[in-house]
């Protein structure tokens, strides 16, 4: 079963506005990670955020966690058609034999048209 | 530095074949992961190896196994393909030990089993 879940599947926008997406996940954690897939591609890492860090900012992008919701979201401000691409969250498990291994979402499809 | 290599891109074998694909991680990464990801089930573990021994496992058949080399070099097994083996393949390294690190990804094997 997926650990994280994004939300929306997916989303299409202009250049230049603002892209947000979410993630929800189920068990406690040491750190969520973003990743960007383009077009069946190999994954990006984009920035990790730890379980008791709030909030990180890497250029255009802020990811947001809180862990009391379980839930994290990632922010692309003013967005490039560049940034067309599938983004994914993906997370560790908190205690038990997970070394090694993320726990990924399905995925949120970001089209953004010039 | 160059980045995460795998081998071959593309792949088509035939049902009952076997077939072995490489990837050769970033220097001096020990830890190499392996996913499958396909539209149906999204990014799935495989197995994680550190430094030639497997750490973690996920939910896959016999069919499916693995080793790493004393360079780290990381090769992945399926015997007795099925079509529902159809997949993109990723490896992932990381330098890190445990998993608060990101992890850089391969472009990716595309196998198509016919």
């Known amino acids: 079963s997926q650990q994280g879940e994004e939300d929306p599947q997916a989303l299409s926008i202009q250049e230049g506005e603002n892209a947000t997406m979410n993630c929800s996940y189920k068990?406690?954690?040491?750190?969520l990670q973003w990743y960007r897939q383009n077009s069946g591609r190999g994954l990006v890492h984009l920035i990790l955020?730890?379980?008791?860090?709030r909030e990180k900012h890497s250029g255009r992008l802020r990811v947001t966690l809180d862990t009391s919701k379980k839930s994290s979201s990632l922010l692309i401000t003013a967005s490039q058609a560049a940034d067309t691409a599938s983004y994914f969250c993906?997370?560790?498990?908190?205690?038990?034999?997970?070394?090694?291994?993320?726990?990924f979402g399905r995925g949120t499809q970001l089209t953004v048209w010039p | 530095k160059a980045g995460v290599t795998q081998t071959p891109r593309y792949l088509i074998k035939t049902r009952g074949q076997q077939v072995t694909l490489s990837c050769s991680p970033i220097?001096?990464?020990?830890?190499v992961s392996w996913y499958q990801q396909t539209p149906g089930q999204g990014l799935q573990f495989l197995f994680e190896?550190?430094?030639?021994?497997?750490?973690n496992k996920g939910n896959f058949p016999g069919r499916f196994s693995g080793r790493q080399f004393s360079n780290s070099r990381s090769e992945m097994n399926v015997s007795t393909l099925e079509l529902g083996d159809s997949a993109l393949y990723l490896c992932?390294?990381?330098?890190?030990?445990?998993?608060?690190?990101?992890?850089?990804f391969g472009s990716g094997t595309r196998l198509t089993v016919v």
């Open positions: 992932a390294s990381s330098s890190a030990k445990t998993g608060n690190h990101g992890y850089t």
């Open positions: 068990t406690s954690i040491n750190n």
């Open positions: 955020i730890r379980s008791n860090e």
């Open positions: 993906a997370t560790d498990i908190d205690g038990g034999s997970t070394l090694g291994r993320l726990y």
């Open positions: 220097s001096g990464h020990r830890s």
């Open positions: 190896y550190f430094s030639e021994t497997q750490r």
